[in-house]
């Protein structure tokens, strides 16, 4: 099996959107930094700096999700499988080794793992384009490592 990944995002950004983003996120940093400097010359309240807070780390953000650090995904390769669902932090790393077994529900796959811990994939109910797709591979993943699967479905 070759290495898969599947996006999490509601659309792929493209080269120019990213490049915008970069553009945008030192716009801001420059900005925070001026204002900063300006600050300590003058006599003003804590607002500013809150502003000056906020705009420094949506900056970063900008830049952060600029260079794709960003990106929600799916990874699903011989020996691993990769989750990252927040946009902040680092990614989920299982080895298929790991995984005692796999339930699959409507919209989320829980992965068991054999240390006794549960790692959730929870898919959400905006854009649903991409579920089946995800979970397909999961289930070829399942069963060709020999991996126990259930399909359940979730009671409201």
């Not at 900008?62 to 929600?72: F, V």
């Not at 298929?96 to 054999?114: Q, Y």
Request: proline share 2%; with cysteine; aromatic share 12%.
């Amino acid at each position: 099996m070759e290495k898969k990944r599947y996006s999490l995002e509601l659309k792929e950004t493209n080269k120019l959107v990213r490049y915008a983003q970069n553009v945008f996120g030192v716009v801001c940093l420059i900005t925070a930094g001026w204002w900063a400097v300006y600050l300590t010359k003058s006599d003003s309240g804590g607002d500013y700096w809150i502003a000056t807070l906020f705009l420094l780390g949506f900056g970063l953000f900008q830049i952060y999700s600029g260079l794709g650090y960003a990106a929600r995904y799916v990874e699903i390769s011989d020996n691993q499988l990769i989750v990252k669902q927040a946009s902040i932090g680092t990614p989920d790393l299982m080895m298929v080794s790991d995984i005692s077994d796999i339930e699959i529900l409507p919209l989320s796959v829980t992965f068991n793992l054999r240390s006794g811990k549960k790692k959730i994939l929870r898919f959400g109910i905006a854009y649903t384009d991409y579920i089946d797709e995800i979970k397909d591979a999961i289930v070829e993943m399942a069963e060709k490592h020999k991996i126990p699967l259930a399909e359940r479905s979730e009671k409201i």
